[in-house]
């Protein structure tokens, strides 16, 4: 077998507060293979943030290791943790966080132009990616003018736009009514296969979920293998 994209052992987060004190994470593991799109399920407060925040290198885990197509991230300088997520992982948000003063298409190249990607390349690249997400018409139009369903698009393609290997997704699509998510969750499937890269892709969404290559549910804080039949349980 190939080399995981993702690989997390022993994921351990405990938050202190003056509440007291909270583990969400005793011992989570998770292997994401090249080109796979997997769903993370769990009730609100299960921890899925906090394991897309250590999974996405925003973070040193308190316990357990993240790697990155092979690289053990845990040890690695501040700085070469910001290396490697610049250069393997895209992210997408509930909430967009576009630049509203700038187009979709601006949005999307952006992030290739500040990576170094002439402007001409990266124009061409993004109006691909928004053509594909079936934004062509939309792309000299900003944030503002655009529904969410939209907007939800346009953060997609600027994710996948500098050519990561791991798309990190928390409840993309929990921003959205139930007919647009199913849609904007399409899009997002279907490029994630086409641009050839895995997927981390966290919801409350069960009918989404079902439509996933593997989805594992966090439960206690350990991840088991989740299927539609257990959600029904
Ligand atoms: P989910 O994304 O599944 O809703 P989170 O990872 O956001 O879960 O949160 C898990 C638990 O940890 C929740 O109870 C949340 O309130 C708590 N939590 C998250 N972030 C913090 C923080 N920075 N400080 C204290 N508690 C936090
Ligand atoms: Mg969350």
């Not at 292997?31 to 040193?60: F, M, N, T, W, Y």
């Not at 001409?120 to 900003?142: I, P, S, T, V």
Request: charged share 20%; with cysteine; net charge neutral.
């Amino acid at each position: 077998m190939s080399e995981p994209v993702l690989s997390i052992r022993g994921l351990e987060r405990t938050y202190v507060t003056q509440a007291g004190s909270l583990t969400v994470l005793r011992g989570a593991d998770l292997d994401v293979q090249p080109g796979e799109i997997v769903g993370l399920v769990g009730p609100s407060g299960s921890g899925k943030s906090s394991l897309l925040h250590a999974a996405g290198l925003l973070e040193r885990p308190q316990g357990g290791r993240i790697s990155i197509l092979g690289t053990d991230c845990t040890a690695l300088s501040e700085r070469e943790r910001t290396r490697v997520r610049l250069a393997t992982i895209g992210f997408v948000y509930q909430f967009h966080h576009l630049l509203p003063e700038f187009t979709a298409e601006d949005n999307v190249a952006l992030p290739m132009m500040i990576a170094g990607v002439e402007q001409k390349a990266a124009r061409a690249r993004a109006r691909e990616l928004l053509a594909e997400l079936g934004l062509k018409d939309r792309a000299h139009h900003q944030p503002p003018q655009l529904s969410g369903g939209e907007q939800q698009r346009v953060a997609i393609a600027r994710a996948l736009a500098n050519r990561p290997r791991l798309l990190l997704a928390d409840e993309p699509t929990g921003n959205l009514d139930p007919a647009t998510s199913t849609a904007v969750f399409d899009n997002l499937y279907a490029l994630a296969r086409s641009q050839g890269v895995a997927a981390l892709v966290a919801t409350h969404n069960f009918q989404l979920a079902a439509h996933m290559d593997r989805v594992f549910a966090l439960k206690d804080g350990h991840l088991e293998p989740w299927t539609p039949e257990s959600a029904l349980a």
